[in-house]
């Protein structure tokens, strides 16, 4: 597994969480992290209990295929089902490889990722574990690809979700390609504006396709724009490492498995990123891919992690961030200050099933060079 390939599926982590509220009628695939142990205990007899799956080993067959197929049609979400900020699951759920409303197991994460798009076991298996242990629910084993939802149209009419993958500063960030930062008010709507920068600079630097140069290009690009507008803009881990993982996925993953040289087409670009479909005819990647040159796109124009502190173009090199040099710092911290917070004191069927799936995460590390972490014991 190469370096940088880690070091993107370790950002992917949280450092903070919106909350949630304990309804009374409470969503199986709702989140349970940062409720309080009197709301756990309201809560939690109420939900079915699903024991954690194992998780999913490598696809038998990791060639490229036909994957927008008879058995896979595209079918627009309906106004109840779950999408979010990631065009790639909206896409795999839109076509029938995640369930089509949305919510699912991990297991059925991973391999909808595998099946889709080939991306590589073990990524697929650390970035789903780490979303799933801040945005999912441990014990019914369930997670929103989205985000909130009036739950209106079911019977009984269910409670808004809080929590989901496009909860800011947990998977969705600041300098999105496609989406807005969350400081403007809608962080996981696909954004014409900028998509037209998106395809201005592929003109520019690209000949009219998107590839490296122009996702180094764009990522820097779009870092300079939220320093200059947004106040709150932060770039510290783990968004400074999903940032660049966001720029090369489209080149990863969206171009035809039958083509080379990189070069992503811009309809089939916008087909993923707005209308959250395969191209047609489109076949998966030729073989199992992550983020492979992320260290290109970051090293062409090199930025330290940091953030704006409450006012614009006040950009502030953060030294505490782990960076791309610091490896362990993001696992290390993700379980003793992101679970830590969120769950305190888990105990019965809340605890074990915290335990076996910070197993599964810690199963892609897996390095005496950061050893396992127990914050509720073995």
């Known amino acids: 597994m190469g370096r940088f390939m880690r070091l993107v599926a370790l950002a992917l982590v949280s450092v903070s969480f919106a909350g949630a509220l304990p309804e009374a009628s409470y969503l199986a695939h709702r989140s349970l992290a940062g409720l309080s142990r009197e709301q756990l205990h309201v809560i939690l007899p109420r939900l079915q209990v699903a024991p954690p799956e194992n998780p999913p080993g490598p696809l038998n067959d990791t060639s490229t295929k036909l994957v927008n197929d008879y058995a896979h049609p595209w079918r627009a979400p309906s106004p109840n089902d779950m999408r979010g900020p990631c065009p790639g699951l909206n896409t795999l759920a839109s076509h029938g490889y995640l369930?089509?409303?949305?919510?699912?197991?991990?297991?059925?994460?991973?391999?909808?990722?595998?099946?889709?798009?080939?991306?590589?076991?073990?990524?697929?298996r650390f970035v789903t574990y780490a979303a799933f242990l801040v945005d999912g629910n441990p014990v019914t084993n369930l997670m929103s690809i989205g985000g909130k939802s009036s739950g209106t149209g079911q019977d009984p009419p269910q409670p808004a979700i809080v929590g989901g993958l496009d909860t800011h500063a947990v998977f969705e960030g600041d300098s999105s390609m496609t989406r807005a930062d969350a400081f403007f008010g809608d962080n996981h709507s696909f954004n014409q504006t900028l998509w037209d920068e998106f395809v201005a600079l592929s003109n520019e630097f690209g000949g009219g396709k998107y590839n490296l140069t122009v996702a180094a290009e764009l990522r820097i690009r779009r870092i300079q724009d939220s320093i200059a507008t947004n106040p709150t803009f932060s770039f510290v881990a783990p968004r400074f490492f999903t940032a660049y993982a966001e720029s090369v996925f489209p080149i990863n993953f969206f171009i035809d498995g039958r083509q080379k040289g990189g070069q992503l087409d811009l309809d089939d670009a916008i087909s993923f990123f707005r209308d959250m479909r395969f191209p047609d005819g489109f076949f998966?990647?030729?073989?199992?891919?992550?983020?492979?040159n992320l260290d290109v796109v970051a090293a062409a124009h090199p930025i330290p992690p940091g953030a704006n502190n409450g006012t614009v173009n006040s950009y502030t090199p953060d030294p505490t961030s782990a960076d791309f040099n610091n490896f362990c710092l993001l696992y290390v911290n993700f379980v003793n200050q992101t679970i830590r917070?969120?769950?305190?004191?888990?105990?019965?069927?809340?605890r074990d099933a915290l335990n076996r799936n910070l197993g599964?995460?810690?199963?892609?590390?897996?390095?005496?060079?950061?050893?396992?972490?127990?914050?509720?014991g073995q």
């Open 99 to 124: 369930p089509r409303n949305g919510i699912a197991t991990p297991a059925q994460i991973i391999n909808a990722a595998m099946e889709g798009f080939n991306m590589e076991n073990g990524i697929a």
């Open 284 to 292: 998966r990647a030729s073989k199992p891919s992550g983020a492979e």
């Open 341 to 350: 917070s969120l769950y305190p004191n888990p105990t019965g069927v809340l």
């Open 360 to 376: 599964f995460l810690y199963d892609f590390i897996d390095t005496p060079l950061c050893p396992q972490l127990f914050p509720y």
